[in-house]
Each structure stands twice: as C-alpha cells, then as structure tokens.
C-alpha cells in the first residue's frame, strides 16, 4: 500500500521530470524563470482585472455616468499596456529560457558523443544519433517552454478558483477538491499509457532518420538493384508505424484527457444539485450557486490543458531518455593529460587478444616493430588485420595483453599526444563536404599551407588538385564524392602526412590505386617523413617487397612472412593463369 | 565567387513561397475530405454544446427561483449530457485532428523519399544528406506539432470568429463596425511584419538543417574525427553552427513575442473603442442599454479567438516555411529519361558508344568515346586512377548521360530506354560496395528475391565465396550492421560481388571488384567467374591484372580518352601505357622507381 502510494508520488513527479532535468542545462538562468514567474502573475492579474472593470463600465452605463467610463477607458489602456509587457516577457523568456537549454544540452550532447570510445558507436547509427542531438532534444525544449510559457498561469487560474470557490462556499469547493485526487489518477492513468507509445514514435524518429541516410548512401546499389520501390515501401512502413503512434496516443487522449474537463463537469452538476437542493430548503439566494458553477466551467479550460502537458512531457521523458543514453559517461575514453610521446617509435605488441562479443579475432599476437622500419602485414580478408592495426592509436583497446610504444604502455599516453602521432589511413575513407585543402589540413593546428602541398605531393594528388580550376579549395562532395575512388585514398593519405606523423599506419591504403603511383607513393613517404615507422596493411604482395618485414596474419595468430620476393611472384602469376593462354 | 552549401542547397532543391505552400498543404489536406468533414463537424458540435450549457445552467438556477427540483434535476441532466457530448466530439476531434495532420506529415515525407529516388545522380553530389534529412524529419515534425495541436484551434477559432460577428452584427450593426474598426490595424500590422517573421523562421530552419547536415557526416566519420585528435575542432565547428540556430530562434522568438505584446493592445483598444462608441451612442439615445450590455460581452469572445489565431501566427509561419522545404524535395527536378518508351528484355546484340563527351558540371571526364562492347564480350577497362573508368560504366549505367555522342543499346538509343528495364539487365558490382543493414542473405536478397536461402548458400559455395563467409560464425546470418561496418572491407567485397552474380544477369559491370581481398581468395573466385563470365556480357574496371585473363579484349583509358585498346597479346606487342603498368607489377620487379 505505501509502496503504491510512494509509486504513485513518483508518477505525478514525473510529469515534471523534464523541468528537473533542464535545470543543468539553465544554470545562471534562474532570474529568467523568476522573472517569468513574476509577469505570468501579472499577467494573470490583469486577465482577471478585465471583467471586473468591465462590470465597473456597465455599472457606470446604467448609472449614465459618462465621466466615470472615460476614466475606466484609460485604465483599461492602462491594462493593455501592462499586459502587453507581461506578454512579451513572458512569451520571450519561455522562448529564450527554451533555446538556450536546447542549445547547452545539444552542444553537452555533442560534447560526450566525441568523446566516447569508438565502442560505444558499434551498435549505432548515425541516423539514430542524429536523431537525439536534433529532435529528442526538441521534443524536451516543446515542453519546457509550453510550461514556462503556460504551466504559471494555468495553475494561477485553478488556485484562484479553488479560492474564490473558498471565499463563497466551503462546500463547494470541497466538491472540487473532490475532484483533485481524481483528476490525478486520471492523468497518471494517461501519462502511464502513453509512455510506450512516446518512445516508440522518438525510437521509430531515429529509424526513420537513418533509413533515410542510408538511403541516400546507398542510392546507386538503389538505382542499380531496382530497390527503389522496396525502399520506398519500407520507409512507407515506418512512417506508418510512427502514425500508428500518433493515432495510439490520439485515442489516449482522446479518452483520457477529455475525460479530465468532463469529470469537471460532472463536479459541477453535483454542485447544481447539492446547490439547488439546499438552497430550495434553506431558501438562500442563488448568485453563490451561479458564480461557483460558473467557476467549475472556467478551469476546465486549464485543466485540460495540463491534461495536454502531460503529453508534452512525456514526449520530453521518452526523448530524454534516449539522450541519457548519450550523456552517459562510462564509455568514455580515458584522457590523461600529462605525459609526452616517446622518443623511439618502435612498436611492441606483446600477447595481445581482442575479442568482438565473443568472438576472438586476435588470439595471441607478439610483434615487434623497430623504429623507424617499414614492416607490412597480410593475411587473408577478415583475418583481423584492420583490427590488429587499430589498437595502436588505441581506436579500440586489446580485451589482453599490451601494446608499446618506444617502451611505454600506450595506455600511458596521452591520448591525445598518441594520435597526433600516429597517423592512420583507414580503409574505408572518410572525406568530409568542403575543400580539399580542408580535407588534408582536418582542422589540426600547425598545419600550414607549405605542409598541406608537400603532403599533397608525396600521396601524388598535388598533380590533379593543381589541375583543377579552383586547386585546393576545390570543394569535394559528401563523403568524398566527385573524386574517383583512387583520388579520395590519396586525399585521405595526404591527410595522415601532413603532420609528419612518428606513427603511419596504412591500411590497404593504396587499394584503389594503380600499382605504379602506389610504389611511388611509398617511396616518397619513407624518403621524406625522416625517421617515420610504417605499418602497411596490405594483400598486394607487389606492395609487399617494399616492406623490410612482412608478416602474415592467420587464425588470430600472427607469423613472419620469409622471402617475400618469391611468395609474391608465385601467387601473382598464379592469380594470373597462364598469360601466353591469352 | 564561390558558392557556400546553403547556396547551393538552394539551388539545387527550392522553398515553395508561403502562399504556395499553403495552398497546396490545403488542398493536400482537404483530399481526406471524411476526416476534414468530422475534424470540422466536430468542432462545431463541440461548439454549439459549450454556448448551450450556460443556458442549461441557467435553466437550473431558475428551477432554484421558482423551488421545482424537477426542473433542476432536469436542467442539469441537460448539463451534464451537453458535457457528455463535449466529450464524444472532443473526442473525434482529437482523432480527425491527429489524422489529418500526421497523415499529411506521413505523405509528405513518403512523397518526398520518393523523389529522392528519382533525382539525378549528380544531385547527391551537390545536396548533403543531413539537408535532405533535416528537411524531411525536423522540417516535417514541426508541421506536424502544430497541425496536431492546432488545427482543432485554428478551425474552432475561425468558427467563433464568424458566430460572433453575426451576433454582433445582429445586435447592431453600427457598433459592430467600430468593433471590427481594429481588424484592418491588426492584418496590416501582421502583413507589415511577415516578411520578416518568414525570413526569421527559414533562418531557424536553415540553420538546423545546417547542424543536421554537419552532425550527419561527423558522426559517420567519427573514427576519423578521433584518429586524428581532432575531436575540439569538431566540436568548435558545430559550436558555430549551434550558435548560430540559437541565435536565429532567438531574433524569431523576440519578433514574435513583439507581435504578441501589440496584439494585446490592439485587442484592448478595441474593447476601449466599442466601449467609448457605445457611451457615445448611449448618451444620444441610439441604443439601449441592454444591447451595449451585451454587445460588450460579445466583443470580447470575438477578440478572444482573434488574438488565439494571431499567437498562432508565429507556430503558422514556421510550419508553413517547413513545408515550403519540403515541397522543395518533393518537386526537385527528376533524372531526365527517367521513362524512355522502350522497354528492353535482354541484350541482343551490343551497347555502342558514339562518341560519347561527358563532363561533371564544367570539368571534362570523358573525351571522344567510341567503344562497342558486343553481347557475351568480356571487356576490360584499365588506366590510372582517375582516368575515367568509373565514370565510363555510370554512363552505361545510365547514372548520368552524355553531353554530347549516343549510346546505343542494340541500335536504340539509351535515353529513349525505360530505365527500369534497361537497369534490370545489368548487375554492377560497385567501387565501392554498399550494403544495407540487415543480414548477408537480405543483402544479397534484394537482387535475386526468389532465390531462397539453401540457393544462395550454394551459388556463394560456386562462386567460391563461402569459405570469406565462413570465417563468420553465424555466416550468411551475420548482420553487416551500418554501411557493413560489423565486417571487414573484404567482406563487403565479398557480399556485393555475391549479390551481383546472384541475380544472374545479361550483363556485369565490375569496377574494382577484388581490391579489398586477398589474392588467395581473389584466385578462387576468378576461377569460379571464368565459367561464369562466359556466358554474359562483362566489363571488368581494373588497374590490377590479377584477373585481366578474364576479358577478350582491354580498353586502356587515360585522361578520359581511349588511348589502347586491343586484346593482351596485342597491348603487350604495342608496348604503350597497358604494358608499362603491366611490367610494373610483374615485370622489371625490384627496380626503384623515382
Ligand atoms: N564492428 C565489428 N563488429 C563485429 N565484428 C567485426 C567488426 N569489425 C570487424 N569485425 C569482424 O572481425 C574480423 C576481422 O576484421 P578485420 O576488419 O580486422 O579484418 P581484415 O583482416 O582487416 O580484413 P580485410 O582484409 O577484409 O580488411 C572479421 O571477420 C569481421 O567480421
Ligand atoms: N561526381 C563527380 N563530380 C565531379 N567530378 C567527378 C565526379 N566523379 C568523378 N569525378 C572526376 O572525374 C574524373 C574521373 O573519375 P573516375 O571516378 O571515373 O575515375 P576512375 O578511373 O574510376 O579512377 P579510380 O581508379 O581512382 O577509381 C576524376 O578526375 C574525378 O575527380
Ligand atoms: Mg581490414
Ligand atoms: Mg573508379
């Protein structure tokens, strides 16, 4: 029983739970919010103000005192410039007060998103991400405002009836107050109901938000494979799942939160009834009877409006929700803050497992990298090479063993000093929409325009770009997209040298390119970066000879390639056939 | 001068102007005529009961008068079934309501990724997903919110507007005039200011759709983002982009809340100068008290819903320029051709290129092209990277048209053939695979729909492709995750090479179909397609050689012109560019380069 009171509490609480949540986002704030506080009460002053100088007219018109209503007419003015004022505060601080704890949470949000591990991304799109830094933000900021704006002098109207019910009856108002405790039940009953609906139409917002991404990436293999009516019917599907939503809680409310002025009503009746029935035995005159019934019928309005907030909020709740899933803070890297990047960028790995759920992709690797070398590493597709090689600027961590660099723990680095020194050329490419020179430069301090040409030149790009009408600040499409497949690698190997890394770390970096430029490239980079350690990944044993080591991964074990002169030879010209068949 | 994206956003997908977009949202709307009927039907219900309880109280309060407690458990049987009926209308207008507005939202956002179907190509490269998105979900959302919540309003304010007026008008004719002496201020006030209110509103938007557009890509590119430990760049860089939409809300907020404040005294000043005309008219003896009396009541439920109507002008004139956005995507041009006449079964004879010119936007991509590729031909394309090649098969592909030449597919001409079923002929295997999210079979799936699980299982072990899967411990099960990013690039290699083959076409386009896999496994599968290959028609873009045995015939592409074309043998003879890059993989091995 207490339990169920105590659950009870909570629910009501709830309702304004988004509030609670908001006021981290408003620190420094709190004089808006009374201030708005102040005007939505002189706000409702002057609405009540109205009628009663309204009645003083009419008195004055039946009393044909002309002089009286002129004077009734200023004040009236006078109340519409005071309403006015308190309007205007109290609509803009609402306003501002809203924007300002969307922009901090949207700004907090994005804030902890860069600062997860790559971990944390693994089971999420970008669409759905997407979705929580836009929408399910909004959703929250909607009804901070409605209540900001409105929750005041909603609740100013209903205290005002409660009292001046009190001032002409007590029983009538008990037969209000009798109203309360239901009126709750009622809305706790809706707000429970509407919950699942809430988070699934914010949950179905994300996948629609990422079907429509994935679609437009996808939009060639759309084009290609005839899918555009399967992916239209698809996302058809899901806009009717969020509709579907939309109706669930429309019947909610349809019930539910007209139910909340109908039992406002029904209070009323019993008023007429208890009313006239003791004012017929008791013979007392009718006006008190009038003036409480006509009250019951003014706060219906309000009450179905907070019948509506609590709609509002749950919206809020559910987007909120899926927003904590984005503050929270256990996957986040750990940043140290002291500590420099070695001396020697030999590379040891030593007994390292890594494990994706339950699967071992790495189940005992020892290497060691020397300093300054040019080792490569092979092995057949999905045999964890990309893995392997993203443990070092730790993009993820290893589930065993260590990895070190000139001697140190990598996780003795900072992060931050670790991956300006290691560069990674990732395999699949990520280009952003902007100029290519913003493209290599990638927002790194101390990159100089000298540095972006010289990197463009030793990833053999600087031909093309300066072949361009516009050069470097040719603007390239999302994703890349108006350069050939070969020209986005290279871009992006420009990237990783600009900063003359310790570290470079290629991953079949060089795949879309044709052989020649490939040696070229890398022929340039060793000759140009002094003292640079180059991990290259790649299955191209013509690649390969350039290597001082290769080494080959196989079962999650890793072992070093001999002679890769003559491995390379063989399996070529055995891919090949038998060129004279030609 | 140099475009920034918003102006080539712009450009490229228009904003229908307000009254536009109004009209047409109306006339998108009224087409579910039956809800429209109820959401109004019911409004007026709603109405007509709310004017008639005051009466039944009345009646009530009378039975008090005159002791009948008959009259009074009557009357307020009235009242309570008046209420009763609120609450059945309320009902259906709350449901009509949601009806109509997210049902025009769901059309809009399904019409809207239709179109996005059937857009040129070359529109992706100018228009970031995040501005398409943005303007589908938030631009959408915001229609939505305030159709849901306010179109009950908006029509139940409208018919108090004009219920009110008659009244008025009924009363008396010359007070009403002065009552409505206001109106004039108030839409003059209003149109005065709209200009601004819609440019302060598309600024929101824009600026929205500006941190979806960034947000979209970064998120996408977060490995990066952290590789490079450029994580506060990042942020910085959004930072702007959050100030400015904060700053854009809040210029809109300010103006509107301005418009708010002088509507408010508009309103009292026209109580004020009913008030002051009925005085006037009083002390002359033109009306009775009576009438003032009530009249005065009367201009105050009109102003009521008048000044509801105009708070909502604001949430109007944001939605409104939300939709104009979005009926932008809606009308954007569509790829040209799109429905040529002909329809093609299979390939009969050849696809001819005649001297074909093709560039991006003013950039030259492909030169003077004459190729004729003959059914059942394995052609190869090789050049260096950015030759051309990609570009070559889109134009096959019909992604893009020539600007100058034909291409003819057995003697007609590619744009007079239905895209449709020109498309289904060929199965591209593209540079860069792309996968959906779902599992290895859904991917493959799409291209062969009636091929069953057991099927593709075996066509993966005659391609040779199963033993890359095999490594996968819940194999064609797996779920690739987003973009494939749950498996190695080889792997998705590997996915869109199976599903290429899958659907078993007349014609294979591979444009680098192995640079992610491993010469093992590339070996395997090249044996598997030299049977295969046979049969179809194929055009193999490579700048390896590992699989070159495959095609009759090589084409050799630099700087967007054919410059080699022959079979090996006679390239090989020819001693040009083709065997230059052959002896640079496998030939003068171990010689530096400079
Ligand atoms: N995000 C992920 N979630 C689950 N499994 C993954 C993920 N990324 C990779 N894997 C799995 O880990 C294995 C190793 O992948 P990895 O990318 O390291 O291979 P690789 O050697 O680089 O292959 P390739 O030569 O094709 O690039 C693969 O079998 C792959 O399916
Ligand atoms: N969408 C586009 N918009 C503008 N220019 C483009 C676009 N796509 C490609 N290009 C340009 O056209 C030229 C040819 O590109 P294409 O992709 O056909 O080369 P490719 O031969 O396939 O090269 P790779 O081997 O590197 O893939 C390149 O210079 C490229 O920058
Ligand atoms: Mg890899
Ligand atoms: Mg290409």
Redesign the pocket.
């Known amino acids: 029983m207490r339990q169920n009171k105590k659950n009870f509490l909570k629910k009501v609480k709830g309702v304004f739970e988004p509030l609670l949540f908001s006021r981290e986002y408003l620190k420094n704030k709190k004089w808006i919010i009374y201030l708005i506080i102040a005007f939505a009460i002189l706000s409702t002053a002057t609405r009540l103000l109205v009628p009663i100088i309204i009645g003083d007219i009419i008195n004055s018109l039946e009393s044909r005192n002309f002089n009286a209503i002129y004077l009734e007419i200023e004040y009236i003015m006078l109340l519409a410039v005071l309403s006015a004022i308190a309007s205007f505060v109290v609509n803009f601080g609402a306003q501002y007060t809203s924007q300002i704890y969307a922009y901090n949470l949207r700004k907090r949000v994005v804030n902890s998103m860069v600062k997860k591990k790559t971990k944390f991304f693994h089971d999420k799109t970008s669409g759905d991400l997407l979705s929580r830094t836009t929408m399910d933000i909004d959703a929250s900021r909607n009804f901070i405002m409605n209540s900001l704006s409105q929750l005041i002098p909603t609740m100013l109207i209903i205290i005002f009836a409660v009292g001046y019910l009190l001032y002409i009856n007590v029983v009538y108002s008990l037969f209000f107050l009798a109203t309360v405790p239901i009126l709750i039940y009622v809305g706790v009953k809706f707000q429970k109901k509407q919950r699942p609906h809430w988070m699934k139409i914010r949950d179905t917002y994300g996948v629609m938000t990422e079907s429509i991404q994935e679609d437009i990436t996808g939009q060639r293999t759309v084009r290609s494979y005839l899918q555009e009516e399967p992916q239209i019917d698809r996302f058809t599907g899901i806009t009717d799942t969020y509709y579907g939503e939309y109706m669930n809680v429309a019947h909610l409310r349809g019930i539910y939160n007209n139910l909340m002025p109908f039992i406002i009503s029904a209070a009323a009746t019993a008023v007429i009834f208890y009313g006239g029935y003791s004012s017929i035995v008791s013979k007392t005159d009718v006006g008190g009877l009038v003036a409480a019934v006509n009250i019951f019928t003014m706060v219906t309005f309000p009450v179905s409006f907070l019948g509506r907030l609590i709609a509002f909020s749950e919206n809020a709740r559910a987007g909120i929700g899926r927003i904590k899933g984005v503050l929270d803070r256990d996957l986040d890297e750990d940043v140290l803050t002291s500590g420099d990047f070695p001396k020697s960028n030999g590379i040891s790995i030593r007994g390292v497992k890594y494990k994706r759920g339950a699967r071992e992709i790495l189940k005992n690797v020892d290497l060691e990298i020397p300093p300054e070398s040019f080792v490569c590493l092979t092995g057949e597709t999905g045999s964890g090479k990309s893995s392997l090689v993203n443990l070092i600027p730790r993009l993820e961590d290893p589930s065993d063993g260590q990895i070190f660099i000139g001697g140190v723990n990598v996780r003795d680095i900072p992060l931050s000093s670790l991956r300006n020194h290691i560069a990674i050329v990732p395999q699949e490419i990520s280009l952003l929409s902007g100029s290519i020179s913003e493209n290599i430069i990638f927002g790194r301090n101390g990159i100089t325009e000298e540095m972006t040409r010289r990197a463009a030149k030793i990833a053999r790009i600087d031909d093309?770009i300066e072949s361009l009408p516009e050069g470097y600040s040719t603007i390239i499409?999302e994703r890349g997209?108006?350069?050939?497949?070969?020209?986005r690698q290279r871009v992006a190997l420009a990237r990783a040298i600009a900063s003359n890394p310790r570290i470079l770390i290629l991953d079949d970096a060089t795949s879309?390119?044709?052989p020649e430029t490939e040696l070229a490239i890398f022929s340039r980079i060793v000759k140009s970066i002094e003292g640079i350690t180059v991990v290259l990944v790649s299955l191209r044993y013509s690649a390969m000879k350039y290597a001082s080591t290769a080494y080959e991964l196989e079962n999650g074990e890793i072992s070093e390639l001999q002679n890769v002169e003559e491995i390379s030879y063989a399996m070529e010209k055995d891919g090949f056939k038998n060129e004279t068949d030609l | 001068m140099k475009q920034t994206y918003d102006e080539i956003e712009e450009s490229y997908i228009k904003t229908l102007r307000g009254r536009t977009a109004l009209k047409r949202l109306l006339k998108d709307m009224a087409k579910n005529r039956k809800q429209t009927a109820i959401l109004v039907a019911s409004v007026m219900i709603t109405a007509i009961a709310a004017t008639f309880s005051p009466l039944a109280i009345g009646d009530a309060v009378n039975g008090v008068a005159t002791g009948s407690f008959k009259i009074i458990i009557e009357f307020s049987l009235v009242f309570i079934s008046l209420a009763l009926i609120q609450f059945g209308s309320n009902r259906f207008r709350v449901l009509s309501s949601t009806i109509l507005a997210q049902g025009t939202v769901k059309n809009l956002r399904d019409r809207s990724f239709k179109s996005i179907q059937h857009v040129p190509i070359?529109f992706f490269?100018k228009v970031k997903a995040g501005f398409l998105i943005s303007r589908m979900t938030n631009d959408g959302e915001t229609l939505g919110e305030f159709l849901t919540f306010q179109i009950p309003s908006v029509v139940s304010g409208m018919t108090t507007v004009i219920m009110s007026i008659a009244i008025m008008l009924y009363l008396d004719f010359n007070l009403t005039l002065y009552a409505l002496i206001v109106l004039p201020f108030l839409s003059i006030f209003t149109l005065s200011l709209q200009g601004k209110v819609r440019r302060n509103y598309l600024r929101t938007r824009k600026t929205i759709a500006a941190i979806t557009g960034n947000l979209a890509e970064n998120i996408s590119s977060i490995r990066s983002i952290k590789a490079f430990n450029v994580e506060s760049y990042t942020e910085g860089k959004f930072d702007g982009l959050n100030t400015d939409n904060l700053n854009a809300n809040i210029k809109a907020s300010r103006l509107s809340s301005v418009y708010g404040a002088i509507v408010r005294i508009i309103e009292y000043t026209g109580i004020a100068i009913v008030v002051f005309a009925g005085a006037i008219q009083l002390k002359a003896g033109l009306i009775s008290i009576g009438i003032l009396v009530s009249f005065i009541f009367y201009v105050q439920e009109f102003f009521d819903p008048v000044i509801q109507l105009s708070q909502l002008y604001n949430s109007y004139q944001s939605s409104i320029v939300g939709v104009g956005r979005i009926y932008g995507i809606i009308d954007s041009k569509k790829e040209a051709a799109l429905d040529g006449e002909i329809n093609v079964s299979s390939l009969n004879d050849s696809i001819v290129l005649k001297d074909v010119n093709f560039a991006?936007?003013d950039?030259d991509?492909l030169k003077n092209i004459n190729l004729a590729i003959k059914k059942g031909e394995n052609i190869g394309i090789v050049?260096?990277?950015?030759?051309?090649?990609?570009?070559?098969s889109n134009l096959i592909m019909k992604f893009y048209t020539p600007q100058s030449g034909e291409i003819l597919v057995d003697g007609k001409n590619l744009s007079e053939i239905n895209t449709e079923s020109y498309r289904n002929l060929i199965s591209p295997v593209l540079?860069e695979p792309f996968l959906f999210r779902g599992t290895i079979y859904e991917n493959v799936k799409i291209a062969a729909p009636d091929k069953s699980e057991e099927e593709i299982e075996k066509l993966a072990g005659d391609f040779n492709l199963d033993r890359i899967f095999s490594k996968l411990p819940q194999g064609l099960e797996t779920n690739v995750g987003e973009l494939g990013r749950s498996l190695s690039e080889g792997q998705k290699q590997a996915i869109a090479i199976l599903r290429a083959l899958c659907r078993d076409p007349q014609i294979i386009i591979m444009?680098?179909p192995t640079s992610n896999i491993d010469p093992y496994s590339e070996k395997f599968i090249f044996q598997s397609l030299e049977k295969f290959a046979r049969e179809k028609t194929l055009i193999l873009?490579t700048?390896r050689f590992s699989m070159i045995s495959l095609v009759d015939k090589i084409i050799v592409?630099q700087n967007?012109e054919i410059v080699e074309s022959g079979t090996f043998p006679e390239l090989r003879e020819k001693k040009g560019i083709f065997s230059q890059m052959y002896d640079i993989l496998y030939g003068n091995r171990g010689e530096s380069l400079s």
Do not use: N, P
């Open positions: 093309f499409g997209i108006t350069l050939s497949g070969g020209q879309s390119v044709d | 070359s490269s991006y936007d950039s991509a050049g260096h990277t950015g030759a051309g090649k990609t570009t070559l540079q444009d680098e873009i700048h592409l967007g």
